[in-house]
């Protein structure tokens, strides 16, 4: 079986590869940096810190290219949540030990390279079963998170409206809740008090049914609020405003692109998950025709199913959309890793029969071959710099053509005294010609039904 195998990512990482093991043990941590494990005995993820990390990973076989690109998306992932990057490590194997992960020989190695570093934090490349973590923390000695913990993390840290964080928290009591475990003495300890009566309750029963009732709780408020958000959109629908959502990976530029085409003044940063919370905003094409645009919560590979559960609800805005605008960085080394595993989301949110729209962002740092390569594999695709402006007209163009199209061809009179017909005809459908008579306005025009009927009972 190969040796664990270093990364070079982060530039200033110290590189292990031509160290031995034993120099490696003589090295001592910083004081005040080493947080050992001693004792895990409550629900320790709830106050997660993240200092200084070292990020372990299986390479199964395939393009090292693949594996490199992923440890790295981890790495922008941990620093995101605030910690600093020591070193980077992978190791081959066929699958992952269904023990300890990387296996019992490499775990030690693992933990000598730990101590080498000062790190108080291990971070693995994939979802760790209960079992794994706690045999893994054992070994090193320090707190170990996968990264899916780490995402839910990141989404706690960024989460600022009501169901945001509603749905955050159960996201991570879903992952929580098969992860509980005692140590120790602590499985032994009885707790007292009404609901833990009879023959005794043990410290981790007592988490257990803690947890499964704030779930509960959790579930009924966030059911409520999106009851609201059917309601939102129910009456954008009496009022046939046709829906257009920006989906895409996370740090594509969506909120950015948003911005420029209706200055919605939200928050632009270069982070992962910068926002998370989905902003609706109206915008209107060349023709006049009104329709809303709606950012979207961003996507990653392999994206915790605890948080496509918990943001079902609003995530139920790409799939009641008439319009996908789906977000690509031109300048990333895979954009189309990042369109399947956007598209793998759309499938788990039944959204992949949404007409869709590619957009490649950040034309003005891409690659020009890779823009041209993804242009032939999406035809229906257009280029844009949100950054400076490029390709944004085009962008507004395409949009109008794809929009759902009223279905009513009409010629109608209205008299002087009903303009807000005629602001009705403009906003909802599309005029074609207009003459000005004195008997009134002639319009002819495409209407959806229920205005065409208004507008035949004149």
């Known amino acids: 079986m190969d040796e664990l195998k270093p990364h070079e990512f982060p530039a200033n990482a110290p590189s292990t590869g031509e160290m031995d093991l034993e120099a490696r043990a003589n090295l001592r941590r910083v004081a005040g940096l080493g947080t050992e494990l001693t004792d895990v005995t409550e629900v320790e993820y709830r106050q997660l810190r993240l200092e200084k990390v070292v990020l372990i990973g299986v390479w199964s076989g395939g393009d090292y290219a693949v594996v490199e690109r992923s440890m790295a998306e981890l790495a922008q992932l941990a620093e995101t949540a605030g910690s600093q990057v020591l070193d980077a490590l992978v190791q081959r194997r ?14 030690a190695e693992l933990r000598q390279i730990v101590v080498a570093t000062g790190a108080d934090t291990v971070i693995c490349n994939g979802e760790l079963s209960p079992s794994q973590l706690s045999k893994m923390e054992a070994v090193v000695k320090v707190k170990v998170i996968d990264r899916t913990w780490l995402i839910l993390d990141i989404f706690a840290q960024h989460a600022k409206s009501r169901e945001g964080k509603a749905q955050v928290s159960l996201a991570q009591m879903q992952y929580m809740l098969p992860r509980l475990r005692g140590w120790g003495d602590a499985l032994s300890r009885q707790s007292g008090g009404i609901g833990t009566r009879g023959p005794g309750e043990t410290k981790l029963e007592s988490d257990r049914r803690r947890i499964g009732k704030s779930m509960a709780k959790l579930r009924r408020e966030i059911k409520e609020m999106g009851t609201a958000r059917q309601t939102q959109r129910a009456n954008r629908r009496r009022g046939n405003v046709p829906s257009v959502v920006i ?10 692109l948003l911005n420029c085409l209706t200055n919605a003044g ?6 992962l998950f910068a926002t998370l919370d989905p902003t609706t905003r109206a915008a209107h094409t060349p023709t006049g025709r009104e329709f809303t645009l709606s950012d979207t919560v961003g996507f990653v590979r392999d994206l915790p199913h605890q948080l496509v559960e918990a943001f079902r609800s609003t995530l139920e805005e790409v799939s009641g959309a008439d319009l996908i605008v789906h977000v690509v960085d031109g300048s990333d080394p895979d954009p189309e890793g990042q369109i399947r595993a956007v ?9 992949l029969s949404v007409p869709e729209l590619i957009v490649i962002n950040k034309a003005d740092i891409a690659d020009p071959i890779t823009i041209d390569r993804l242009r032939r594999r999406e035809p229906n695709s257009v280029v844009v710099s949100a950054q400076t402006g490029d390709g944004l007209d085009e962008l507004i163009a395409k949009i109008d ?6 279905q009513v061809d009409i010629k109608v009179t209205v008299p002087f005294d009903r303009g807000d017909l005629v602001a009705r005809m403009y906003r909802e459908g599309l005029v074609l010609s207009r003459t000005e008579t004195q008997d ?3 319009l002819v025009a495409k209407v959806p039904q229920p205005l065409a009927n208004v507008l035949m009972a004149l």
């Open 266 to 271: 939200i928050l632009v940063e270069n982070a």
């Open 343 to 351: 598209r793998e989301v759309f499938a788990q949110i039944e959204a």
């Open 440 to 442: 009134g306005t002639i």
């Open 401 to 406: 053509g794809q929009l759902p199209n009223p």
């Open 94 to 107: 066929d699958q992952p030990d269904a023990g300890t992960y990387i296996g019992s020989g490499k775990l």
């Open 247 to 256: 989906a895409g990976y996370t740090n594509a530029g969506k909120s950015s």
